[in-house]
């Protein structure tokens, strides 16, 4: 069995990693600022004169660059953890967290608030988060109750295609006859941090973080999930009941993490995968641990978005895409093979 | 005390879709013992184990554990009395043996638990009572059928029940992975004095491991008893239309069944 220590270490390590991703994202950009300053302008936030660094690489760490980062890494701790956590509800390593139509839900609630010009705020988000997250958590209830309330996996999943064909379907008709909100939308689909604020780290920090806590405190429970429904029950576990906790509690991370950023793709698939490439499937590891790839991940890929072709900027939503389909294809390629 | 049955069933019923899979079911089952649950195919035999096990779940008290109405008791609490085999456990992920067999711990453990060295202690005996501890950091992805169904009984009796049902355990292995699998589930049935339920397809099998059978047909109980009551030239005939007869096998002493091929 894989040893506490080792767990410890990579647990350490990843964090170590995640540290380091920070600061070079910070120091990356149209204006470069030196390892050290950033890591003595994170340091030292309040101080007004920190010896030798200029006011104005203050403001971009502060400004536009933190929010940006700490977004990021919220953003995939969330999506690294909803797509462990799916990714054992199916029993499938190849399932992924908008696999309920959550994607699609916010995609097709983002065009109905363009198209119809939503001008809304509410906790100090504006209409897109707003319309995005709506979306997605109707779709999840529409889908969920369509399945006979998630009583069997096949159903749920089966209805999750469906409501994402048809909805993409609306949303296409929709962008049909609106075509002058077309690029607005066609962007926002590819995923980008580039609204990213302090106000969205705020709201959404707590949300998913208290998800993510919850869920490494049930993750046990996934453990004997996968060895599937009647086995999970005859270990003891009342498997509908945790079912449910837990596509509730992943669905709301997964929508608050798309109504932040737009669909991100593969993070929530290629990261659990990794993680238990590294430390094997227990649950108790992959959850935690997947929370930490998908922040460093997210960082690494947004911070090659804004800078790779600067002063333009792509959508990290391809970026994530470009690497991970070929990774999506290599382990599939290894399952298939002989053992 | 000793001679209560552990299993008591009282006319339980049990309607798949408007088709009843088990009409009026009587029977119990006594501490201890070697049951085997015999019958075509689609007579009903997992559902019935499954209605013991309350993964379906019967009508009110009609199946009694230990005197106990089964509805009456969680998941965890039955999980501590009961544990269960089934036909196949393939899994598409890479947990290692002892991963798979220390969740026999689960029903103990509280929310925050981790599993404690007496949890490891028992995991390790039950590795070593199947024949598995060798292969405890062996991916359950890289074994053979015959290994992964130890693993599973392993499992199963980290779960320290008083009753293993198995379902078929059997079912896709080959003849000496069979019989050591039914041996080593006979010899924990005397040494732990376990009560066995086992839905068994090989009607040899039955004849050589069982104390007691019970013969299902249409969702109905054909007959029950001793393997000599059971299994007789005229039952067989009436339930498998196969001309048999009984003889003893010169190997173990125990009852055989053979049949012509017309």
């Known amino acids: 069995m894989i040893s506490v220590r080792y767990n410890n270490f990579i647990f350490i390590l990843l964090i170590i990693i995640l540290l380091t991703a920070v600061v070079i994202a910070g120091s990356l950009g149209s204006a470069r600022i030196s390892f050290t300053d950033v890591v003595k302008i994170i340091i030292h936030p309040i101080a007004s004169q920190i010896e030798g660094i200029k006011e104005t690489s203050r403001t ?15 953003t995939g701790m969330g999506l690294g953890v909803s797509g462990a956590v799916f990714q054992g509800i199916f029993r499938n390593p190849m399932a992924n967290p908008y696999i309920l139509g959550i994607s699609s839900g916010a995609a097709f609630g983002v065009t109905l608030g363009m198209v119809m010009g939503l001008q809304i705020t509410f906790l100090g988000m504006t209409a897109i988060p707003i319309s995005a997250f709506t979306g997605a958590i109707i779709a999840s209830i529409l889908v969920f109750l369509i399945s006979g309330g998630g009583r069997d996996i096949l159903p749920l999943l089966l209805s999750g295609i469906a409501m994402g064909f048809f909805l993409s379907a609306l949303m296409s008709l929709l962008m049909y006859f609106n075509r002058s909100q077309l690029e607005n939308i066609i962007y926002w689909t590819m995923g980008s941090f580039n609204a990213a604020n302090w106000k969205k780290v705020v709201i959404t920090t707590p949300v998913i973080l208290t998800g993510n806590v919850f869920l490494i405190l049930f993750s046990r429970d996934l453990n004997l999930m996968v060895m599937g429904e009647d086995s999970a029950k005859s270990l003891g576990l009342s498997v509908k009941r945790s079912r449910l906790i837990f596509l509730i509690v992943s669905t709301i991370i997964t929508a608050s993490a798309v109504a932040v950023s737009g669909v991100i793709g593969f993070v929530g698939l290629i990261v659990p995968h990794a993680i238990r490439i590294i430390t094997g499937p227990d649950h108790r590891s992959l959850i935690p641990y997947s929370m930490l790839g998908g922040a460093i991940l997210l960082l690494v890929a947004d911070t090659i978005a804004r800078t790779i072709i600067a002063p333009t900027e792509i959508p990290v939503g391809i970026v994530t895409s470009l690497l991970g389909a070929p990774f999506f294809l290599f382990l599939l390629n290894r399952m298939r093979q002989p053992k | 005390m000793i001679n209560n049955p552990i299993i008591d069933i009282n006319n339980l019923n049990w309607s798949y879709n408007g088709t009843k899979v088990l009409d009026n079911i ?59 085999v089934p036909q196949s456990s393939k899994n598409n992920f890479n947990f290692t043996v002892e991963q798979i067999v220390l969740m026999g711990r689960s029903p103990f453990l509280g929310r925050f638990d981790r599993e404690s ?3 490891i202690g028992i995991a390790d005996w039950a590795m070593k009572e199947t024949g598995v501890f060798g292969l405890k950091n062996k991916y359950i992805t890289t074994l053979s059928g015959g290994e992964l169904q130890r693993t599973i009984i392993a499992r199963a009796l980290t779960q320290e029940p008083a009753i293993l049902a198995l379902d078929e355990p059997t079912s896709h292995l080959d003849i000496h992975h069979q019989i050591n699998i039914l041996s080593i589930v006979r010899s924990l049935a005397k040494k732990k004095s376990l009560t066995i339920i086992a839905v068994l397809h090989d009607i040899n099998h039955a004849l050589e491991y069982c104390d007691n059978l019970f013969l299902l047909n249409h969702g109905k109980i054909v007959t029950h008893g001793s393997p000599e009551d059971v299994i007789t030239p005229d039952i067989m005939k009436k339930i498998y239309n196969l001309n048999i007869q009984i003889t003893t096998n010169p190997l173990t002493g125990n009852l055989f069944m053979i049949h012509d091929y017309t």
């Open chain 2, 26 to 84: 009587s029977l119990n089952i006594k501490p201890g013992t070697f049951t085997g649950i015999l019958g075509p195919n689609g007579a009903g035999k997992t559902t019935l184990l499954k209605t013991i096990l309350n993964l379906l779940q019967p009508d009110r008290n009609s199946i009694l554990i230990s005197n106990d109405d089964i509805r009456n008791y969680s998941r965890n609490e039955l999980a501590k009395i009961e544990a269960y």
């Open chain 2, 117 to 119: 060295n007496d949890d």
């Open chain 1, 60 to 74: 971009i760490i502060w400004k536009i660059r933190l929010p940006r980062i700490m977004l990021t890494i919220i």
